[in-house]
């Protein structure tokens, strides 16, 4: 409770600072805002801890190229010279040492998702179920992959499952399988 009450206090005063930035117009007492005010600020502090936690990430970046934002629109990747058992002075810059530490990096990560933003995103989805039902997407047809897996590349443990509404029937949802050349087409009749 300690911790949200200093997050609370912090925010407060970044509020009466009345220098808001881009959170200056729009962001106050909305119609659509239905979060309690003990969720709101569960999830702004703990989005304030990743924006904070997001520079461990770059960590990993930093040793494979040394840029972020990656410039991922070159194809290829980022060759980067291995030795293994070797230190960097030879000039490679990954070796076991590195390797074990952009894997620490990724459990952390993977330790953030499981315990901070799924279970976030679940709480605040109760307070918006009445958004799962048309929504901004179709009326009529929505397929989605489902997402959140937990364990990792085990669709059958989605948290999220995904399938179809087809007909814009909401009380039904189509198992798909999205390796079945039957069940997912695509048509440039709908294409941009």
């Known amino acids: 409770p300690g911790y949200f009450m200093d997050i609370q206090t912090r925010l407060k005063k970044f509020v009466e600072s009345g220098q808001l930035g881009i959170f200056k117009n729009g962001y106050w007492d909305n119609p659509a805002y ?18 904070d936690f997001q520079k461990e990430v770059v960590k990993i970046h930093t040793i494979f190229g040394g840029k972020n934002p990656h ?33 620490s990096k990724i459990q952390e990560a993977r330790t953030f998702n499981t315990q901070v933003y799924i279970p976030d ?18 009326a009529t047809d929505v397929m989605d992959y489902g997402a959140y897996p937990k364990v990792p590349y085990d669709k059958s443990t989605d948290q999220l ?32």
């Open 161 to 192: 499952p995904g399938g179809a509404i087809v007909g814009g029937d909401w009380s039904t949802v189509h198992p798909v399988d999205p390796k079945d050349p039957e069940q997912v087409q695509e048509w440039v009749t709908h294409s941009w």
């Open 34 to 51: 239905k979060l309690s005010p003990e969720a709101d600020l569960m999830a702004t502090t703990h989005y304030l801890e990743a924006l």
């Open 121 to 138: 995103v679940i709480a605040i989805a109760a307070f918006y179920r009445d958004w799962m039902y048309g929504g901004g997407l179709s």
């Open 71 to 103: 410039p991922n629109y070159l194809v290829g990747g980022v060759p980067c010279a291995i030795n293994i058992d070797g230190d960097r002075a030879a000039g490679a810059p990954i070796n076991m040492e590195r390797l074990n530490f952009v894997l």
